[in-house]
């Protein structure tokens, strides 16, 4: 939420963005909610789904793994100004040569789509290995083949850090809170947002349980 709170900031702040005509959309893939054996946890995958829309959020449920599919899928609909918000970590996966090996342009046609016309990526940063270390487009590493590209949407102006960022909640991840409610262990009622805990409690989503938790 702290992500998308300060990117709406961002964005909105942008000449070309008119406030009254953009359209906010959670994407929720299918192809990151993979259980451990391949299949599509459906209950978690719906859960997600379900929290979001209590929120008061449009979601869009996709197939597409990689962002420039999503980019172009939009760019059928709208000629207006496009802005993804994200984590380093997602952004590391992004220029990964991997996801572009089975398209006939490579990585040259998947970037073309993703920054689409003016696109620009709102960054929130990454927690690093070293003690303080903060993780964000200036420091971010992405693989040797990859580095000039980068540096070309990066002094372009099409990635955009978060700068108002608060440091204390980078150590949350999404995993373990996961983990933690499924096995009953206590304390991931503060790593979430308000008002939060009370609706994944009182929906049981994420495996919670009341009996486990006890």
Same mark, same amino acid.
């Given at each position: 939420?702290?992500?998308?709170?300060?990117?709406?900031?961002?964005?909105?702040?942008?000449?070309?963005?008119?406030?009254?005509?953009?359209?906010?959309?959670?994407?929720?893939?299918?192809?990151?909610?993979?259980?451990?054996?391949g299949e599509i946890n459906e209950k978690d995958f719906l859960d997600r789904v379900e929290l979001l829309r209590?929120?008061?959020?449009?979601?869009?449920?996709?197939?597409?793994?990689?962002?420039?599919?999503?980019?172009?899928?939009?760019?059928?609909?709208?000629?207006?100004?496009?802005?993804?918000?994200?984590?380093?970590?997602?952004?590391?996966?992004?220029?990964?040569?991997?996801?572009?090996?089975?398209?006939?342009?490579?990585?040259?046609?998947?970037?073309?789509?993703?920054?689409?016309?003016?696109?620009?990526?709102?960054?929130?940063?990454? =927690? *690093?290995? +070293?003690?303080? !270390?903060?993780?964000?487009? #200036?420091?971010?590493?992405?693989?040797?083949?990859?580095?000039? @590209?980068?540096?070309?949407?990066?002094?372009?102006?099409?990635?955009?850090?978060?700068?108002?960022?608060?440091?204390?909640?980078?150590?949350?991840?999404?995993?373990?809170?996961?983990?933690?409610?499924? =096995? *009953?262990? +206590?304390?991931? !009622?503060?790593?979430?947002? #308000?008002?939060?805990?009370?609706?994944?409690?009182?929906?049981? @989503?994420?495996?919670?349980?009341?009996?486990?938790?006890?």
């Amino acid at each position: 939420m702290k992500i998308y709170e300060e990117s709406k900031k961002l964005f909105f702040s942008e000449k070309k963005v008119e406030k009254e005509n953009t359209q906010i959309i959670f994407e929720i893939t299918l192809a990151n909610l993979r259980a451990e054996g391949g299949e599509i946890n459906e209950k978690d995958f719906l859960d997600r789904v379900e929290l979001l829309r209590a929120l008061g959020q449009t979601v869009m449920i996709t197939n597409y793994q990689e962002y420039y599919k999503l980019v172009d899928y939009f760019s059928e609909f709208t000629k207006a100004r496009m802005g993804l918000a994200m984590g380093a970590y997602n952004l590391i996966q992004i220029f990964d040569e991997k996801y572009y090996r089975n398209i006939s342009g490579g990585v040259l046609e998947a970037f073309g789509k993703l920054f689409y016309k003016d696109l620009k990526i709102y960054l929130y940063p990454l =927690k *690093g290995n +070293k003690a303080g !270390e903060i993780i964000n487009s #200036e420091n971010l590493k992405v693989h040797p083949r990859m580095k000039e @590209l980068y540096k070309y949407f990066k002094y372009n102006g099409r990635i955009i850090d978060i700068e108002n960022f608060d440091p204390d909640i980078l150590k949350i991840l999404s995993r373990e809170v996961h983990k933690m409610i499924t =096995k *009953g262990k +206590k304390g991931w !009622e503060e790593m979430l947002p #308000e008002g939060i805990p009370k609706i994944i409690k009182d929906q049981q @989503l994420f495996g919670y349980s009341k009996q486990k938790s006890q």
